[in-house]
């Protein structure tokens, strides 16, 4: 797929919704360490990789993303397990694959983050690159439609990133997203519509921002993306309530311990489906083109999002109707036991 094409599918108001957010749904589900962070289910469990893209697909998302985030060298490095680097990025990307030709949807390769960069190190440079080179060639020899990168703090990673998706990608097009870590600017000094500005200019087919910040505060951030950008921009926030204060999850305290909140606590700072509803709608009006949820994402999130971009994916079969609620619905279709005190009492009324 060229980038000409990826193009296409933008023009008229096309949009591609997208599901991420593989590692915490896989921790939450005890199938995965927090701390590490490593997709070690890829080959440990790969039935369940394969189930959760197809419920991802079923909720709406229109690509499928090979699961090889953080399953780079420097992470498999640090739990002993570097050996199985090829085989985990094989792995993954042939379950992608598979469930994006069986359900007609993108497959998207992916690589991030290394967590050694360092902009003042150009001995590291050459690390990181020849780290992206290897999950590169392995996404093309997948056949996989566009390479994701994504979760860069520092603009220098991200143009590293990019330029190895040029050099090895074989005309696979490159989305680009960098993470908003609690100011307005990259951590090299940047401004985030300027750093977009600069990867769409190098040649990245679609750039924004991904994971670390919430809906809230990764908005105003998109609204100069969107003015500074020509082409399409991107916008995967997490699922969790930033603001102005803590404008990312890492930097969330829990109302009750007083305690930093990532990761142990963050369920009880989860976004609402209202919230995210209303996150979908911003997007839509501000002509994001390529939308979805990070860190925290799961179905019933992902089906909302779907739905404002005026898409029905299966799931919205069973999308909420509360007409049918006992307490909330229309009484007069009731059985005429109905009791209506019961209703009232679960209601607190």
Avoid at 248 to 274: G, H, V
Wanted: aromatic fraction near 10%.
């Amino acid at each position: 797929m060229d980038s000409d094409i990826f193009q296409d599918l933008f023009k008229n108001g096309n949009a591609l919704v997208v599901a991420e957010g593989y590692l915490f749904e896989f921790e939450r589900r005890g199938y995965l360490r927090a701390g590490a962070f490593v997709p070690e289910v890829v080959t440990e469990h790969p039935e369940l990789v394969k189930q959760l893209h197809e419920e991802f697909v079923h909720a709406g998302s229109d690509v499928v993303l090979a699961f090889t985030y953080y399953g780079h060298r420097e992470k498999l490095r640090l739990i002993g397990k570097e050996d199985q680097l090829e085989v985990i990025n094989r792995k993954a990307l042939d379950i992608a694959g598979e469930v994006a030709r069986a359900t007609g949807t993108l497959f998207a390769g992916n690589i991030c983050n290394t967590t050694i960069y360092r902009r003042n190190d150009p001995d590291t440079f050459q690390i990181v690159r020849d780290m992206f080179k290897e999950q590169v060639v392995w996404a093309v020899e997948a056949g996989v439609d566009f390479i994701v990168g994504e979760t860069f703090g520092e603009f220098g990673e991200a143009m590293i990133a990019l330029e190895v998706i040029k050099e090895f990608g074989k005309g696979a097009p490159a989305v680009i997203t960098l993470a908003a870590c609690g100011k307005d600017s990259t951590m090299d000094g940047i401004p985030f519509e300027d750093a977009c500005l600069q990867l769409e200019e190098a040649g990245a087919a679609v750039v924004g921002l991904n994971c670390a910040r919430g809906p809230k505060s990764i908005m105003p951030l998109m609204a100069k993306i969107r003015k500074t950008c020509k082409g399409p921009i991107a916008c995967l926030p997490v699922t969790y309530r930033t603001n102005d204060e803590f404008p990312t999850m890492q930097s969330l305290i829990d109302p009750e311990t007083k305690k930093q909140a990532f990761p142990y606590n963050l369920p009880a700072q989860c976004s609402s489906r209202s919230e995210i509803e209303e996150f979908a709608k911003e997007c839509r009006d501000l002509g994001v083109e390529y939308v979805g949820l990070c860190c925290g994402n799961c179905s019933h999130y992902l089906r909302v999002v779907a739905e404002i971009y005026g898409r029905s994916p299966p799931a919205s079969k069973f999308s909420p109707d509360m007409t049918q609620h006992f307490m909330y619905g229309d009484k007069t279709k009731f059985h005429r036991y109905f009791h209506e005190e019961t209703a009232r009492a679960f209601q607190c009324a």
